[in-house]
């Protein structure tokens, strides 16, 4: 039976066999691309692979090699490199399957390490989350994205400025680059957050509205998007940090501690904010009872003042064959007058009250 290319769930990869490659989430249009940057203390190689068979991966070059991998709905294309690095097949197919929770899994001569990348666009309250899968080797790393974007910019410009530290130093700190570098993203998103929770409990305040809980609602199910992102990572960084391959150095591992501390802080900062959503909820229904309250109160006050004056129309809207006051010729003007007073005194009373 003929593999489908690509697939919406994962549920509708069910009956296939174990290591299918086969494209799981949103079908982007964004062509396969291969970016390579090969770097040493005093080398710089910057250049677009136009096909697989380009790529001369090698454990004796002196250099260090970044694969960047944009476009993973092209099974062609991760079959191939899955074949010139000698991938395991189960890795391919979780590198093509974009529903993949972070983790870090360890083979024999590489650590494969998938991430989720989230995108905050404060202005929609919108939050964009996609897969990004890395593979460190000896003297390489493969990274694959869902689409192009600017994320892995910071780092490609320090490569570029840099004749230090960073270029001098292995595959295994350009990977704890990225993994910080993701994290630290984390924090930006948090940063979103904490004006747009604090200008919403003051509106709140003032007037809530309709639009305020579609607001709360929409951060709500990005937290669980975040929440879901974030969790995992703590798992990520402590099976690196106990790893014992040859490919991640001590010295590396000391900047790894270091994100550690870094997604733990993420993670109490993320439980922080959804209890303050939650706060916005719980506000927002408390403004919207007290809103109704007061109408209530307003509602009341005028049916008291009514009490008395229904009680009066009535008395004298009686069918009684004898009632004096009728023929008085006053009569009229003493029953508004009684009214009038009636009800002025009942506000200037509730005034008092402070009811009013």
Same mark, same amino acid.
Request: net charge negative; no cysteine; glycine share 4%.
């Given at each position: ?16 066999? $174990? ?37 001369? %991966?090698?454990?004796?070059? $002196? ?13 062609? +294309? ?6 010139? *690095? ?12 974009? &529903? ?33 899968? +890395?593979?460190? !080797? ?6 694959? /994205? ?6 892995? &910019? %910071? ?8 004749? !230090? ?19 630290? &993203? ?14 919403? /409990?003051?509106?709140? +305040?003032?007037?809530?509205? $309709? ?20 969790? %995992? ?35 109490? !900062? ?5 209890? +303050?959503?939650?706060?916005?909820? /719980? ?18 006050? *005028?049916?008291?003042?009514?009490? %008395? ?48």
């Amino acid at each position: 039976m003929t593999q489908p290319f690509s697939l919406s769930s994962s549920s509708e990869k069910f009956g296939l066999a $174990p290591g299918s490659v086969i494209h799981v989430g949103e079908r982007l249009e964004t062509a396969g691309k291969i970016k390579l940057i090969e770097f040493s203390k005093d080398i710089l190689i910057e250049q677009e692979i136009k096909t697989v068979s380009e790529l001369t %991966p090698s454990k004796d070059k $002196p250099t260090v090699s970044w694969f960047s991998i944009t476009g993973l709905h092209d099974v062609e +294309l991760i079959e191939q490199l899955g074949k010139e *690095f000698a991938i395991h097949q189960l890795v391919l197919e979780d590198i093509a399957n974009t &529903h993949q929770r972070p983790k870090v899994e360890e083979f024999d001569d590489i650590i494969f390490i998938v991430l989720r990348v989230i995108r905050f666009d404060a202005e929609s309250l919108t939050f964009d989350n996609e897969q990004f899968s +890395l593979i460190l !080797g000896s003297n390489f790393i493969l990274t694959f /994205e869902e689409s192009e974007s600017d994320l892995l &910019h %910071p780092i490609i410009r320090r490569i570029q400025n840099s004749r !230090g530290k960073f270029r001098s130093q292995g595959a295994d700190y350009l990977s704890y680059s990225i993994i910080d570098l993701v994290v630290d &993203h984390y924090f930006l998103i948090e940063d979103s957050l904490d004006e747009i929770v604090e200008n919403l /409990e003051d509106q709140l +305040l003032l007037s809530p509205s $309709p639009d305020m809980l579609n607001t709360i609602q929409k951060l709500k199910r990005g937290m669980i998007f975040v929440r879901r992102a974030v969790s %995992p990572l703590r798992e990520v960084l402590n099976g690196l940090l106990r790893s014992e391959s040859d490919l991640i150095r001590d010295t590396t591992k000391v900047y790894l501690r270091d994100v550690y501390d870094h997604t733990i802080r993420v993670a109490e !900062g993320l439980d922080t904010y959804r209890d +303050l959503i939650a706060g916005l909820l /719980e506000i927002y229904l408390s403004s919207l009872s007290n809103k109704m309250n007061e109408v209530m109160k307003v509602l009341t006050v *005028f049916a008291t003042i009514f009490i %008395p004056l229904t009680f009066l129309a009535g008395v004298y809207g009686m069918n009684f064959d004898y009632m004096p006051e009728l023929k008085w010729a006053w009569s009229y003007p003493v029953f508004w007058s009684i009214s009038l007073a009636t009800a002025i005194g009942l506000l200037v009373f509730f005034r008092r009250k402070k009811w009013l």
